[in-house]
């Protein structure tokens, strides 16, 4: 090569490799996030901003917040998830397992943060020490503590005999949840009913709820259920249906009783998780924590409205009591 040539070439490269460069990473990161529900009724999105403002991220202006809502329609995942991926976002976050799953079909290679029930068992990673691909997060391990669900319930109402659950039947971690509770069931003498949270079913569902025959209820902690809180605490309300909830808020909602994590706390854990992938960690080297934390609480005022006497030794044991 001639150095008149050469000296060209070389020029011509600095010319246009920052501007390959900056095409290929824009400066500003972007993450997605896609919820089940409609904008505005996840505690997820919430505790997710907070973490990153913790990190010092400050959405809108060192960090892009891509966010995308199926407002109750599972089938618009997909679609939803493809519209971030086309976006060449930096992280996906994926609350629950059937999301995550969605989220992995769609891609290998972006990394994924997802708050799920149990990732080994539902097939998203190797192990909690080593996930393996491109998924990581928290694990809720929610199948471990969902057999105290129906033991709670029956020492707050001692009266239920047929209790309904409203679950997900295409949710692996709450069909494992399902065989938890028919397991206690059996052990307190009590019947359990599981109901469809699908869109079909829904209404089907929650009609049944009015049936003379079923005392108490269960709602399992699928993304699915979250946005019907508010209709859900209105309808038991109604019907003086004693109801054990799997999110935290429900008992500030005006909820009986709940026993769960706290999502909003987990998902301001995971921004740590985004931010150590945007500094250049693998998920496949990043070890999935597993939630240890899980809280009772109990709302007194909708107790006395159903005309249950909570027992003092429930109350003790109660890491929240609304008077």
């Not at 070389?10 to 896609?34: C, D, E, F, H, N």
């Not at 329609?73 to 997909?78: A, I, M, S």
């Not at 491109?134 to 809720?140: E, P, V």
């Not at 469809?196 to 829904?202: E, G, M, N, R």
Request: proline share 6%; glycine share 8%; net charge positive.
């Amino acid at each position: 090569m001639k150095r008149r040539e050469f000296i060209t070439f070389l020029g011509a490269a600095v010319v246009t490799w920052p501007r390959t460069a900056r095409s290929q990473k824009p400066a500003v990161p972007r993450v997605g996030y896609i919820w089940i529900g409609a904008r505005g009724t996840d505690v997820s999105n919430a505790g997710l901003r907070q973490g990153l403002t913790d990190l010092g991220y400050v959405v809108g202006r060192n960090l892009l917040l891509e966010e995308r809502y199926a407002n109750g329609n599972p089938e618009r995942v997909p679609g939803l998830i493809a519209e971030l991926l086309a976006l060449n976002v930096d992280v996906l976050l994926t609350p629950g397992s059937s999301i995550t799953l969605a989220a992995r079909r769609a891609t290998s290679t972006v990394p994924i943060v997802c708050v799920t029930g149990d990732p080994v068992r539902s097939g998203l990673a190797a192990t909690l020490a080593r996930p393996g691909g491109n998924i990581t997060g928290l694990s809720l391990l929610s199948g471990d503590y969902s057999a105290k669900w129906l033991e709670l319930l029956k020492e707050a109402a001692p009266k239920v005999r047929h209790v309904a659950t409203l679950w997900n039947p295409d949710n692996l971690g709450i069909i494992s949840q399902s065989k938890r509770m028919q397991e206690s069931a059996l052990t307190l003498g009590l019947q359990l009913t599981a109901l469809s949270v699908l869109p079909p079913d829904i209404d089907k569902s929650l009609a049944a709820l009015g049936t003379a025959d079923l005392d108490g209820l269960v709602v399992t902690d699928d993304p699915l259920l979250e946005p019907l809180l508010p209709r859900l605490i209105a309808l038991t309300a109604e019907r003086r249906l004693p109801a054990i909830y799997a999110f935290s808020d429900s008992v500030q909602r005006g909820g009986l009783m709940s026993y769960s994590a706290n999502f909003f706390k987990l998902w301001q854990r995971a921004a740590g998780y985004v931010d150590r992938i945007l500094k250049g960690a693998r998920p496949a080297e990043l070890p999935i924590e597993q939630a240890t934390e899980v809280t009772l609480n109990i709302n007194l005022k909708t107790a006395k409205a159903l005309g249950l006497v909570i027992p003092e030794a429930l109350l003790a044991r109660a890491d929240a009591v609304i008077e």
